[in-house]
């Protein structure tokens, strides 16, 4: 499986970044905390590199822990801080405006030697699609300002938010890259809901969800789904899933496009457990 999907407005909002960049004192880069560097955009790293930044491990909910506190060390470094955030239900959140303000008070300090009347800190969110971008920012705010959902490409145009008379944020849309050269980059996208699932063929993508689980976490799927055993092909094992929770069809046949529909939707809610695809460097 060939795993590609890059829509037209994503260009826009490439060239949109550009165009904002100088605009903004510090960005606040989304990252999925389950693949902490699959959901990084290499084209926003190199377009952004200069600024500060405030990396968000949003999703932090879904993410095994242990490896959330071991990338927040691994991101780090001089010009950025990292915070794990669940945007749902808010924590974390209150760590945000002052690593932001932090984070900008160079050049806050450089207006103010000038002369230069205070102004509120402007902030640039970005991030790949449905990491969490607008209930991150409804979140921060304290208040619906931004459409959210569950799917990829909801924001498609961009909107500045007043967080408090010293905060600003331009919110844009999500990014993806032109081509995934890495497949097993892509698959993780997939996976976690980056990629419209129109594009994707849900039965190889459940397949290859399942062989991970069974090899990785095989407690998981006997408890979740009550199973007996774990069968070594990825449609037996799919099958075993859908037969376990009545997907049959006449004859007896189980309705695998079903069942893979279950398991990545069950994957994703965070009801199989908290995971973490992406293994930082020092695993």
């Known amino acids: 499986m060939d795993i590609q999907w890059y829509p037209g407005h994503m260009a826009k909002t490439k060239r949109l ?19 902490p560097c699959s959901s990084r955009n290499p084209v926003i790293n190199d377009l952004l590199s200069k600024k ?6 949003n999703k932090s909910d879904l ?7 071991l990338w927040k060390r691994e991101l780090a470094e001089p010009g950025a801080m990292v915070v794990d955030v669940n945007s749902v239900k808010g924590s974390g959140i209150k760590a945000i405006t002052p690593a932001l303000n932090k984070l900008a008070e160079e050049v806050m300090n450089k207006l103010k030697n000038k002369g230069r009347r205070t102004r509120a800190v402007r902030c640039m969110v970005v991030g790949i699609p449905n990491v969490g971008k607008s209930f991150f920012i409804n979140t921060l705010v304290k208040r619906k300002i931004t459409k959210t959902g569950d799917k990829p490409g909801v924001t498609r145009g961009q ?17 993806l890259w032109p081509k995934f050269d890495d497949q097993e980059v892509a698959y993780k996208l997939a996976v976690t809901g980056a990629i419209k699932s129109e594009v994707l063929d849900i039965k190889e993508l459940s397949f290859r969800l399942a062989l991970w689980l069974r090899d990785n976490h095989p407690h998981v799927l006997l408890e979740r789904y009550k199973l007996s055993n774990l069968p070594n092909k990825a449609e037996e094992l799919l099958s075993a899933i859908g037969r376990s929770r009545g997907f049959l069809v006449s004859g007896g046949i ?10 990545l939707k069950e994957f994703r809610d965070g009801l199989l457990g908290r995971f973490t695809l992406d293994l930082p460097n020092s695993e």
């Not at 970044?17 to 606040?28: G, R, T």
């Not at 408090?164 to 849309?173: I, R, S």
């Open 17 to 35: 970044l550009l165009e904002n960049l100088k605009l903004v004192d510090v960005v606040v880069e989304l990252l999925d905390a389950r693949i």
């Open 159 to 175: 909107q500045w938010i007043k967080v408090a008379k010293d905060l600003e944020l331009l919110d844009t849309p999500g990014i």
């Open 63 to 69: 993410a095994d822990p242990n490896y959330t506190a």
């Open 52 to 57: 500060p930044r405030l990396i968000v491990l």
């Open 254 to 263: 189980v309705d695998n496009h079903k069942a893979a529909v279950l398991l």
